[in-house]
C-alpha cells in the first residue's frame, strides 16, 4: 500500500526555472492540497483540489499553478522559480467521505532555488 | 478566515517531565480539532483527533488532549515524555461547514525538544 508519495524527494533549481513537483496517491482519494512548511511559518496552504478538474487557491498561491486531470495526482509547478520559493512542499490527501476531515501527508520534497 | 495559535514555539524538557502545549483557535462554531507530530526529517503524522463526544481525547504514544469549547482551546498533553518525543507538533483545526472544502488550518508549530 504506497499511499501517497512525492517526487523528487529533494530538488536544486537555478532562479527563473520551471518546476514541477508530483505527487501521487493511491486511496482514490477526493482532495488533495498542497502545502508549503517553512520555518516560523508551520503550513501554509498554497493550492487544493475538491476533486479531478476542480483547484483553488490556498493562503499563499502566487507563484504556483496546479493541475488535476486524474484523481491520483496533483501536480504543483512553480512557473518561474524565485528564490523565496525555497521551502519544504507537502501534499496531502483525504477522503470526501466521514466526518474527521483527517488529512493523510506524503514525505515532502524539499526544494531549493538558488 | 479561522486561525490557529500556538503559544510555545519552543518546549525545552527532561526525560520524565510533563508536557503541556497550548492550542487556541478563532471560530465559533463546530470544529474538527487535530494534533500533528513531525518528527526530525519526516512527514506529518496523526497523533490525535476530536471531532464530536468526548472532549477528552487520547492519541498515540502516550498523548491525549482536551477540548474546551468555552476557552476555544485544544491542549495536547503528555504525563512523563521521552527522548523520542522530540519532534515538531503542529495544532490544526476545520470547520465541516461552509465553503471550507474541508481545509485544515495549522499553528506555526511547537518545536519540542527533550533531553535524555
Known amino acids: 500500500d504506497a499511499g501517497i508519495t512525492q517526487s523528487p524527494r529533494y530538488k536544486i533549481t537555478e532562479t527563473g526555472r520551471q518546476v514541477t513537483l508530483m505527487c501521487h496517491q493511491t486511496?482514490?482519494?477526493?482532495?488533495m492540497f498542497w502545502y508549503r512548511q517553512d520555518l516560523g511559518h508551520g503550513l501554509r496552504l498554497i493550492y487544493y483540489?475538491?476533486?479531478?478538474?476542480?483547484?483553488d487557491k490556498g493562503e499563499v498561491p502566487d507563484g504556483y499553478v496546479v493541475s488535476r486531470s486524474k484523481t491520483e495526482n496533483f501536480p504543483l509547478t512553480l512557473e518561474s522559480a524565485t528564490r523565496s520559493q525555497t521551502s519544504v512542499y507537502f501534499c496531502?490527501?483525504?477522503?470526501?467521505?466521514?466526518?474527521?476531515?483527517?488529512?493523510?501527508f506524503g514525505p515532502g520534497t524539499r526544494l531549493t532555488v538558488t | 478566515a479561522q486561525s490557529v495559535s500556538q503559544h510555545n514555539h519552543h518546549v525545552i524538557l527532561s526525560e520524565a517531565a510533563s508536557l503541556e502545549l497550548g492550542c487556541n483557535y478563532s471560530?465559533?462554531?463546530?470544529?474538527?480539532l487535530f494534533w500533528y507530530v513531525q518528527y526530525p526529517g519526516q512527514h506529518l503524522q496523526l497523533l490525535l483527533k476530536?471531532?464530536?463526544?468526548?472532549?477528552l481525547v487520547k492519541g498515540i504514544k502516550g498523548f491525549e488532549a482536551e477540548f474546551i469549547k468555552s476557552k476555544f482551546s485544544f491542549n495536547l498533553r503528555k504525563p512523563s515524555v521521552q527522548w523520542s518525543d522530540t519532534a515538531e507538533y503542529f495544532c490544526?483545526?476545520?470547520?465541516?461547514?461552509?465553503?471550507?472544502?474541508?481545509?485544515?488550518?495549522f499553528g506555526r508549530g511547537t518545536q519540542l525538544t527533550v533531553w535524555p
Open positions: 471560530y465559533g462554531g463546530t470544529v474538527n
Open positions: 496531502a490527501s483525504r477522503t470526501s467521505g466521514g466526518s474527521s476531515y483527517e488529512q493523510y
Open positions: 486511496w482514490s482519494h477526493s482532495y
Open positions: 476530536y471531532f464530536s463526544g468526548d472532549p
Open positions: 490544526a483545526v476545520n470547520a465541516p461547514r461552509g465553503s471550507t472544502l474541508g481545509r485544515l488550518y
Open positions: 483540489s475538491a476533486a479531478a478538474d476542480i483547484t
